[in-house]
């Protein structure tokens, strides 16, 4: 299984956010140091997860891909990355 680390120079920072990794059945790709895009193997985006701080911590927000509406919804927000993913592999 894949860790994703967030803290970091900026230069890891884009190395980063460039690289796909895959988490339990689905794509994650950073798109910067605080957005990412998740897909499916074959490539279908799903939705994606935004780092965010608030007063006690970081949050990660998902928001699922509604295709046919052509909008997103937020799924949830989570204490970690990798609780923000797996609300992606149900549905």
Same mark, same amino acid.
């Not at 339990?24 to 490539?43: H, K, M, Q, S």
């Not at 295709?67 to 592999?89: N, T």
């Given at each position: 299984? !894949? !860790? ?8 890891? !920072?884009?190395?980063?956010?460039s690289?796909p $990794?895959?988490? $339990?059945?689905?794509v994650?790709?950073g798109?910067?140091?605080?957005l990412?895009?998740?897909t $499916?193997a074959?490539?279908?985006v799903?939705?994606?997860?935004? +780092? ?5 911590g !970081?949050?990660?927000r998902a928001? $699922?891909?509604i ?5 997103f ?13 797996d609300c992606f +592999?149900?549905?």
């Amino acid at each position: 299984m !894949t !860790t994703l680390e967030f803290a970091s120079t900026a230069r890891d !920072t884009v190395r980063e956010a460039s690289a796909p $990794r895959l988490h $339990r059945g689905i794509v994650v790709v950073g798109l910067n140091d605080g957005l990412w895009r998740v897909t $499916r193997a074959d490539g279908d985006v799903v939705g994606y997860v935004e +780092r965010f701080a608030e007063s006690r911590g !970081t949050r990660f927000r998902a928001k $699922r891909m509604i295709v046919r509406q052509q909008r997103f919804v937020p799924v949830g927000e989570f204490w970690s990355m990798d609780d923000a993913l797996d609300c992606f +592999r149900v549905g």
